[in-house]
Each structure stands twice: as structure tokens, then as C-alpha cells.
């Protein structure tokens, strides 16, 4: 491991648990656990993030800005800086565990289209505060 | 990164779908809603959460055909699932969707591979398409089999199978764009096709045309130097009319290289021919 990436995993584990005294038991119980022999420190740290980013999602809260983040910095380090280097397998592992917690941002970008019209601008809003909302309670149903 | 065809086979294999795989099934388990819409300017769109898989398709609710319905949904799974469509505009409109013009963006054709793969895994039409046995009967067999347009079919037998063939589809008197199997060597040239004389310009003069391939002259499809290299064309043209289209697959049989005419004989080419004093240029 060079000295950019033990720079980059330091930082994702500060943004992940900042001061072990302040940390979310949750995220600092299975801490330890993570770091087995032979493991990668990158994969480990990105593990963790996820175990704690669908343990908010399942409690139907919100995941927190610094997991978010830490997250986020660590899948750069393990994937390189762009998502297309994602292999397949790891694609439909991601999407085969969706979120249906209530989320804080969707694509808006069909804003920008020239074909757009009033009516399917209000469709598209409509439908993004549904994503929006929480669909935890749909799923039990 | 993997082609959008293969993540879509991988997709299947990892939900355990075996043959026409239900969208909505399909959709669920991927953290995806799908929602007919009364939209005016788009067939699909999809809104999508940044934070991780969750999303809704909207489909336009007043397509008529369940074919172009299941390729609008399966083409917005496609820009879901392919990692480098994450941040873009997602309103597809009718024009990009179940099209291959060269025009159109590469993640708009990308997420037409993915459709087609999702929706016609290969492994499950590789048999009912007879790829050595070209013919639209069949492709429209198992068009409905898999709730498949007969265009998405057609290009499905073109890209699988290992005879010279194409596929070209022409609208407003025009051939659009068409796709070739990997056997065909030659190109078209589609600005100036479909030729009077072909099937297919017959459909758009209000003639009928062969309801089977027929032969036709090679010069009608192909210039006359590719003419010259392939012993006959079958055409089989079908009318859309709805679209203002025809859809046509054209079938070769190739010369064998052995049937060229002999290369000249090295002592016979003029030395001069290969300096900047030659007398003579090929036309």
C-alpha cells in the first residue's frame, strides 16, 4: 500500500468514526471484527461503512453525511476514481440490495432537456419526491 | 468494465430467470418501481436516488404495443445498471429508444444492448431463432414468444448468427440505419437505399412484396464492386406502417475466395505503378 492510499484509507476512517469516544457503538462494535488477517484494510473500512450505511437504512433513517462519505472515498480507492471500473458482479451486488429508506437526493438532471414540457416536468417532480419518500412501510406490507 | 450485454446476462443468472423474464420481478429486486405515465414527450424516464439503488421507470402509458412498453422498461433498467449512466439526463424519447442509428449517443445505444440482452437472453433464443435458417416467420415466432418487437428480434438474429446477413430499417423512404452480422463483410450505403427496384421501395410505392425471401438483384443492395463478389440476395421486406417504415432482412451467399479471379503475376505489375511517376491511377 503506498503512502496515498494509507493517506486516503486514514481519512475515510476519520471521516467514518472521527474520536473512537464519540463513535455510534454500531459502527464502533464491529470495528475490530472487520480487521482479520490477510484482510484488505480498503475493503475492510468499505465493509464497515456499508454494514453501518443499511443498518441506518433498515432502522428507516437517514444514512449520515460522514458514513455517506466514507463510503463514497473509500469505493474510490478500491475502484479506481471512475464507476465504470466496476465489474459486474459487484454492479448487480450493489443493486440486489436496494435502499428503501427514505433518501435525500434524486436525478434531476431531466431539467435540462430541450423535448421537456410543463406537464412531464410536474410528472418527473412528482415522481422524485415518491423515490424520495420512505418505502420501508410498502415493503412490509 | 463488461459490455451492457453482459451485464444483463449476468443480471438474469443471478435472479434465476430462465426464458421471458418478468420486468416487474425483475424491477423489484433491484430497488426499481414501474409507473405508466400520461406523458407528452417522452416514452421512458427514469428518476433514480444518488445515495444507492432506488428508483421509479416511467413508462408512457399510451404506447400501443406491449413490445415497445417492455423495451422502454428494459432500456431504463439498462441506464439504471450501467455504472457510467449514473449522472445523466434520463428522458428518452421515442426516437432514441429500440433504435441503432449511428447518430445517437453511446449511452443510448448502450442501454439498447442491455434491452435487447435482457429481454432475448441468448441462451433461450439461440434454439428457437434456427440461425441457420434465416427467416422473419421464425423472428416473429419468437417475437411474441418473448413479447419482443419483431425489429428488436430481427437484430437479435443478426448479431447471433454466423450466415452474411442484414438487417436494414428504412422510414420516409430512407434507409435509417441497419445492422450486419459479423459474416457480411461489406457496407451499405444506406444514403442512397432502399434502390428502385428492391422490396422494399416497392412497399413505399404501395407495391406488395414476397411474403418469404425472394431473390433480387445484388446491385440493388450493394455496389457494384461488393455486386460483383457474392453469388445471390434473398430479400424479405415487411411493411410497418404505423412507423412509415420497412424492415427488411437481407440474406448473401459470398463468393468463395477461391472463386476470385487469379492476382496478377508479380513479373506483370509495372514498377512505375508504385512511385509518383505512374501513368495510370485506379479509378
Known amino acids: 500500500m503506498d503512502e496515498k492510499e494509507i493517506k486516503a484509507l486514514v481519512k475515510a476512517i476519520d471521516q467514518l468514526l472521527g474520536d473512537p469516544l464519540r463513535a455510534d457503538a454500531r459502527e464502533l462494535e464491529t470495528l475490530f471484527a472487520e480487521f482479520g488477517e490477510g484482510r484488505n484494510p480498503a475493503q475492510s473500512i468499505f465493509d464497515l461503512a456499508a454494514r453501518a450505511a443499511q443498518q441506518y437504512r433498515l432502522e428507516g433513517s437517514a444514512v449520515p453525511a460522514h458514513v455517506a462519505e466514507a463510503l463514497k472515498s473509500v469505493k474510490k480507492s478500491l475502484l479506481g476514481e471512475s464507476m465504470g471500473a466496476l465489474n459486474t458482479v459487484d454492479v448487480i451486488n450493489e443493486a440486489l440490495n436496494p435502499i428503501y429508506g427514505p433518501v435525500r437526493e434524486v436525478s434531476y438532471a431531466f431539467r435540462n432537456r430541450r423535448e421537456r414540457t410543463q406537464k412531464d416536468t410536474d410528472l418527473l417532480e412528482k415522481l422524485s419526491g415518491e423515490v424520495k419518500r420512505d418505502w420501508t412501510e410498502d415493503k412490509e406490507k | ?205 404501395g407495391s406488395n412484396a414476397p411474403d418469404d425471401f425472394a431473390e433480387i438483384p445484388a446491385e440493388t443492395w450493394l455496389d457494384r464492386q461488393d455486386a460483383d463478389r457474392v453469388v445471390r440476395v434473398l430479400e424479405h421486406s415487411i411493411g410497418l406502417p404505423n412507423y412509415d417504415a420497412v424492415l427488411t432482412l437481407l440474406q448473401f451467399e459470398l463468393k468463395d475466395v477461391g472463386d476470385e479471379e487469379d492476382p496478377p503475376n508479380i513479373e506483370d505489375l509495372d514498377p512505375e505503378d508504385f512511385t509518383v511517376r505512374r501513368k495510370r491511377w485506379p479509378r
Open chain 2, 1 to 205: 468494465m463488461t459490455s451492457p450485454s453482459e451485464l444483463a446476462s449476468h443480471l438474469l443468472d443471478r435472479l434465476g430467470i430462465q426464458g421471458k423474464p418478468d420486468l416487474v420481478q425483475v424491477a423489484q429486486r433491484i430497488g426499481l418501481r414501474i409507473v405508466e405515465v400520461d406523458a407528452e414527450a417522452f416514452d421512458g424516464s427514469l428518476v433514480r436516488a444518488l445515495d444507492g439503488p432506488k428508483g421509479i421507470v416511467a413508462v408512457k402509458q399510451s404506447l400501443r404495443e406491449i413490445s415497445r412498453k417492455r423495451f422502454t422498461i428494459a432500456h431504463e433498467i439498462g441506464h439504471y445498471l450501467i455504472p457510467s449512466h449514473r449522472n445523466l439526463e434520463n428522458v428518452c424519447t421515442g426516437g432514441m429508444i429500440e433504435s441503432w442509428q449511428k447518430g445517437l449517443n453511446k449511452p443510448e445505444l448502450e442501454a439498447n444492448e442491455f434491452a435487447v440482452e435482457l429481454l432475448l437472453p441468448t441462451r433461450y433464443v439461440r434454439e428457437p431463432l434456427q440461425l441457420n435458417d434465416p427467416s422473419l416467420k421464425t423472428i416473429g415466432r419468437v417475437a411474441s414468444q418473448f413479447e419482443t418487437s419483431l425489429t428488436a428480434t430481427t437484430l437479435r438474429f443478426v448479431s447471433l448468427t454466423d450466415l452474411p446477413c442484414v438487417a436494414v430499417w428504412s422510414e420516409g423512404r430512407r434507409a435509417r440505419w441497419y445492422r450486419r452480422s459479423d459474416a457480411f463483410p461489406f457496407y451499405l450505403s444506406k444514403e442512397i437505399l432502399p434502390c428502385d427496384g428492391s422490396f422494399a421501395y416497392g412497399l413505399f410505392e
